[in-house]
């Protein structure tokens, strides 16, 4: 009798077990392991924040900085970093071209200006991706941000005039005032992390160099405003 009161009591906990288990929520981990650059490592985590709207949408994503190793052994920035924005127009139906995207790359400094708008205020970047070279000047781009009439959000605009190949792009997106709040808090989280200074303060809380992507080690190849 016992035996058989024993075999009863786990039937009834293994019947349970299932119950519970058909209950549970079923939890998939999505991960992207492709790129649209070649070099990238494939366990690279990609987390944007992206505006989709009917004629173009874009992105923001923080690009972290590289380090080099001075011979004194030393570790300073070699790359800045910043955060990227990538405008995309729209070809059909919830659908976006995004062989033909274009980037914009705001400095520390212009995210600063970013956090600081008010909903009445304006701002407008310039970058000329070509300017320490013998093509600078063929290509500009400019980044506005302009307030809607009745200050309930913005406009994000990227012109890029690209004299080599006489084309000239213009997008147009516009932001809720909900969106916007995300992009300047997202940015403002992001900002000590593209200066690297989390890294230099977490060096100094431990006691050691951890956690740099390295211009020589790795050798990892990232997007930048430049490639294009």
């Known amino acids: 009798m ?121 701002c407008e970047f310039f970058h000329d991706p070509s300017i320490k070279s013998s093509n600078a000047g063929q290509v500009r781009k400019s980044l506005s941000i302009k307030p809607h009439a009745n200050s309930n959000g913005y406009f994000m605009n990227l012109t890029v005039v690209n004299n080599l190949l006489n084309t000239k792009e213009f997008f147009s997106v516009p932001v809720t005032a909900a969106e916007f709040a995300v992009m300047k808090t997202a940015c403002s989280f992001a900002l000590p992390h593209i200066m690297g200074w989390d890294k230099m303060t977490h060096q100094q809380s431990t006691g050691g160099t951890v956690g740099l992507q390295s211009k020589v080690v790795g050798q990892q190849v990232f997007e930048s405003e430049w490639d294009k």
């Open 2 to 122: 016992l035996k058989l009161h024993r075999m009863l009591a786990s039937s009834r906990h293994g019947l349970l077990d299932k119950a519970i288990s058909f209950n549970k929520p079923s939890v998939t981990h999505h991960f992207s392991t492709s790129s649209h650059a070649t070099g990238y490592n494939s366990n690279r985590i990609l987390a944007p924040y992206s505006v989709y709207k009917g004629k173009a949408a874009f992105s923001l994503t923080p690009s972290l900085p590289t380090f080099t190793k001075l011979h004194s052994g030393a570790v300073v920035v070699d790359r800045r970093g910043s955060i990227m924005v990538i405008f995309m127009h729209a070809i059909g139906d919830r659908k976006y071209d995004w062989e033909n995207r274009q980037r914009f790359a705001l400095s520390a400094t212009e995210v600063g200006s970013l956090l600081t708008m008010g909903p009445q205020d304006s």
